[in-house]
């Protein structure tokens, strides 16, 4: 096979987009029933996409990679086609994080053993 037909499927960012709408259901699920019988989440993310929004406090200037958990204080989470939004509690005050899906590097959901890591991060 030449590279010309190699690049007409690319099979990796076809998983790829596959396992993020895993996370996206996940999300969706959680929005709307809550997390129930322990389950929470580890999603780890580019805090450098171009889309993605963190409040400045909360960066490191070397850091590229945010990691948050969406456990028991998480309000106003908001899932949307290529994004999810969410408040979370810093230091006893609220702040929002905008995560673009494309921007995540892992999610997991630790009760249950479940998780997932991805390698195709586009900006």
Do not use: C
Not at 36 to 46: C, E, G, R, T
Not at 49 to 64: G, Q, R, Y
């Amino acid at each position: 096979m030449d590279k010309k037909n190699q690049s007409y499927l690319d099979y990796d960012e076809i998983v790829e987009n596959a396992l993020r709408n895993v996370v996206r259901e996940s999300l969706e699920i959680i929005s709307k029933n809550g997390l129930k019988n322990n389950h929470y989440f580890y999603i780890s993310f580019s805090s450098k996409h171009n889309s993605a929004i963190v409040p400045k406090e909360l960066l490191k200037s070397d850091e590229e990679e945010i990691k948050i958990i969406l456990q028991h204080q998480f309000w106003d989470l908001n899932i949307y086609e290529d994004k999810f939004s969410v408040t979370l509690s810093f230091s006893g005050k609220k702040k929002k994080i905008v995560v673009p899906f494309n921007a995540i590097f892992s999610f997991s959901d630790p009760s249950v053993g479940f998780g997932l890591q991805f390698k195709n991060n586009i900006e």
